[in-house]
């Protein structure tokens, strides 16, 4: 009779002992855990959790959430059942809110409207808004994409510590620019790459000069800052790839450690299939790169075609022409920010005293260096459309009048002068152009020579 009772009274005991490791504490001191002590043994004490007693408050389980690393997130969504069950009830709210806690310029820059291959049907089979799919269910961010974000997080972070490390510092602003940077990577064709950068709203003139410094901040540490002749090839080879993280493995060494890599990535970029005449490679690979990946990086949807792909560099400099920014008066401006303090013009050192890298400037002196920044791109005159006929001719919005690049017409001195003076002016700028192309195509020894004999006669 007594194991009898026994086998009634222990499924009774074990189902209050769960439900006290879910009760909260807001009960008072007299009805504590009053009404179960009938089925536990004097003297025992309830075992408490508090992640059961968050999950019993789902707002305050929703805001330690947001502050959670993504691979606690994905273990404790494995683990417990309770919280795979609350997060499939509220998958978005759950990611955006630890998106935006922890890495919030990477989740209003890559959205994952963009990224469907990481968005996952939403668990709770809530149905689209939109009228014509209001039969299907939604799509929402799944937690691949949140491992995504903040994976380029730290991938531009790394970026901008290895670049500081070798001396070329850049604003904080540069964070959002190099981001933006990447998801022009992620585009596959030239027409939406220039789309995206034309917008006003998505790149302001301040931006396009933050990503102009990091252009030739990168050109400068990929170069020898004595032997070095200006070569620009590493960057536009980095810039040519898929994903910044080529980059930044460069930056730390772990690629590109010699000459056999560097030519598997010139033949991934350059050497266009398409291109080439039936039967000119006989083997099935070149450089240990296979033929169907061969020149697919310039290529638009990175497959092997005709139509080339413009890199992110060519059409962030070509929009700043198109607008009239006039960078190339701020070359020396570019060249030595980060090695001069902006306010007290000593001499910056890539590390502090106490031997940390030092990024960045205060945010005081980079808030006044951005003001002037913005002072220069509101006052750099009038803005351009790109001419594709004649090369270094730009063309008014207002008059479609042709202009050339740097150049005041002289009825725009306002000095009376006539339309007849203006052509006579542009065609002296052309034939200066003409002159400064043929000088480019010298060797330096060449150009040396030129120098010093053009300069006396």
């Known amino acids: 009779m007594a194991a009898a009772n026994s086998q009634q009274v222990e499924p009774l005991r074990r189902a209050a002992l769960a439900n006290a490791r879910r009760t909260t504490l807001t009960r008072t001191a007299s009805d504590s855990f009053s009404w179960i002590q009938r089925f536990v043994p004097s003297g025992t004490e309830l075992e408490f ?41 509220q998958m978005t709210t759950m990611v955006l809110g630890n998106a935006r806690s922890q890495a919030p310029e990477c989740a209003d820059i890559f959205r994952f409207t963009c990224y469907q291959s990481l968005c996952i049907y939403d668990p709770a089979q809530n149905r689209n808004e939109t009228p014509k799919k209001e039969h299907m269910v939604r799509s929402v961010p799944g937690l691949r994409w949140l491992r995504f974000i903040q994976f380029r997080e730290q991938t531009v972070t790394s970026i901008l510590e290895g670049l500081a490390a070798r001396g070329q510092r850049l604003p904080r602003i540069a964070s959002k620019v190099i981001k933006k940077v990447w998801f ?28 102009c410094m990091f252009f030739m901040k990168l050109d400068m540490a990929c170069s020898d800052p004595v032997d070095g002749n200006g070569e620009k090839g590493l960057r536009r080879l980095l810039l040519a790839q898929r994903s910044l993280s080529k980059l930044d493995a460069v930056l730390k060494r772990e690629e590109l450690w010699d000459f056999y890599e ?38 638009k949807n990175w497959k092997p075609s005709l139509i080339t792909l413009m890199r992110v560099d060519e059409v962030i400099m070509r929009e700043s022409v198109r607008r009239g920014l006039n960078f190339d008066e701020k070359l020396i401006d570019l060249v030595i920010w980060g ?65 050339l690049i740097g150049s005041n017409r002289p009825s725009d001195m306002g000095s009376g002068a006539s339309a007849a003076d203006d052509n006579l002016y542009l065609a002296g700028r052309r034939e200066g152009l003409g002159l400064l192309a043929e000088f480019e195509k010298l060797s330096i020894r060449q150009k040396l020579v030129k120098i010093k004999t053009g300069i006396r006669t």
């Not at 494995?78 to 069950?85: G, T």
């Open 49 to 89: 959790s508090i992640f059961n007693v968050l999950l019993d408050r789902p707002e305050l389980m929703l805001e330690v959430t947001k502050w959670l690393d993504v691979n606690d997130l994905i273990s404790l969504y494995a683990i417990s059942k309770d919280f795979h069950i609350m997060m499939n009830t």
């Open 184 to 211: 022009l990577m992620d585009i596959s064709d030239t027409q939406r790459r220039i789309a995206t950068v034309r917008n006003p709203d998505l790149w302001s003139e301040v931006e396009l000069y933050i990503a």
């Open 262 to 299: 560097l030519m598997q990535m010139h033949v991934e970029w350059k050497l266009n299939r398409a291109q080439m005449p039936p039967g000119m490679y006989v083997s099935k690979t070149v450089f240990g790169v296979f033929l169907k990946d061969c020149g697919r990086l310039s290529c």
């Open 339 to 403: 090695n001069i303090h902006p306010a007290t013009s000593e001499d910056v050192f890539p590390k502090n005293k106490l031997g940390e890298i030092q990024t960045t400037f205060d945010p005081e002196t980079e808030r006044e260096a951005l003001q002037q920044m913005e002072m220069h791109a509101s006052n750099a005159g009038t803005r351009f459309n790109w001419d594709g006929k004649d090369d270094g001719v730009l063309e008014d919005e207002e008059t479609g009048n042709a202009m």
